[in-house]
């Protein structure tokens, strides 16, 4: 019988974990850790099931964090999970979810001019088009056009579950399953929560696609923006998604 998701789904952890590893490590040793017979709980397995855990780091550009297979008694096929893992200090900080050139994401979503170039003038990969705009690097959407505009919305529009998709789940072997959140409060044992990930893509998804007061790109709880800093280095022109992962928790 399956256990209440909602309760399961999240919780105060019984012990410290630093990072991914610490996470791993809780995971290899489930038998003893009750933090991660919580978190496997919470993926719809029933303890008393599982023959074996096994967990690893997962490496390269990849949504998933943290791949984990799970062998059930009397069972030849293993469930594999991966999760993609956001370690948060700061409640009211933000998180980078995908970062790449405008020209990578032209490839990956079929994107046509004239918003290639508006993306690339806010970014700064292209030199301002007016004088008279708040950054002589670039320019921010609401100082373009107003048809530009019109049609950067329409297509984030058409276009938003595939971009969900990509930015939060991935598309390849390692594409993120579930979606764990850790909330390691000062002084304070951490909270954790975790959430399918077709429950986050529609979490973050939901809310109206708008162009932001500070001249930035809204797609529901997610934010566009052009990712700075970098010293100065050309990658500040590259084009970033961000997400306060501390929101999932109002979802409960």
């Known amino acids: 019988m399956k256990r209440n998701l ?7 952890a019984k012990d410290g974990f630093a990072n991914e590893k610490d996470i791993v490590n809780k995971f290899n040793h489930w038998q003893i850790d009750t933090d991660a017979q919580d978190w496997l709980n919470a993926m719809n397995y029933e303890i008393s099931d599982i023959e074996k855990v096994e967990a690893e780091l997962v490496t390269g550009h990849h949504k998933a964090d943290v791949q984990v297979r799970v062998r059930i008694f009397f069972k030849t096929l293993i469930g594999i999970e991966n999760l993609s893992i956001k370690l948060i200090s700061n409640p009211s900080g933000f998180n980078q979810i995908d970062k790449r050139w405008v020209d990578k994401y032209v490839e990956m979503w079929n994107i046509l001019e004239p918003i290639v170039t508006a993306l690339k003038l806010f970014t700064g ?10 950054d002589v690097r670039r320019m921010f959407f609401d100082e373009m056009e107003k048809e530009i505009q019109a049609t950067l919305l329409d297509f984030f529009e058409k276009t938003k579950i595939l971009i969900l998709t990509d930015i939060l789940k991935g598309n390849d072997e390692f594409s993120a399953s ?3 959140v ?40 997610i934010t566009m923006q052009r ?3 970098d010293g100065g280095r050309k990658t500040a022109n590259m084009l970033q998604f961000k997400i306060n992962p501390i929101q999932l928790f109002e979802s409960e």
Do not use: A, C, H
């Open 6 to 12: 909602v309760q399961l789904g999240s919780k105060t």
């Open 125 to 134: 990969e292209l030199n301002p088009t007016k004088t008279n705009v708040r």
């Open 178 to 180: 579930w979606f764990m």
């Open 182 to 221: 850790v909330w390691k409060k000062k002084g304070e044992k951490p909270q954790w929560i975790i959430r399918d990930i077709n429950y986050v893509l529609n979490f973050f998804g939901t809310g109206t696609i708008e162009i932001t007061k500070q001249g930035s790109l809204k797609i529901g709880k």
């Open 227 to 229: 990712k700075g800093g």
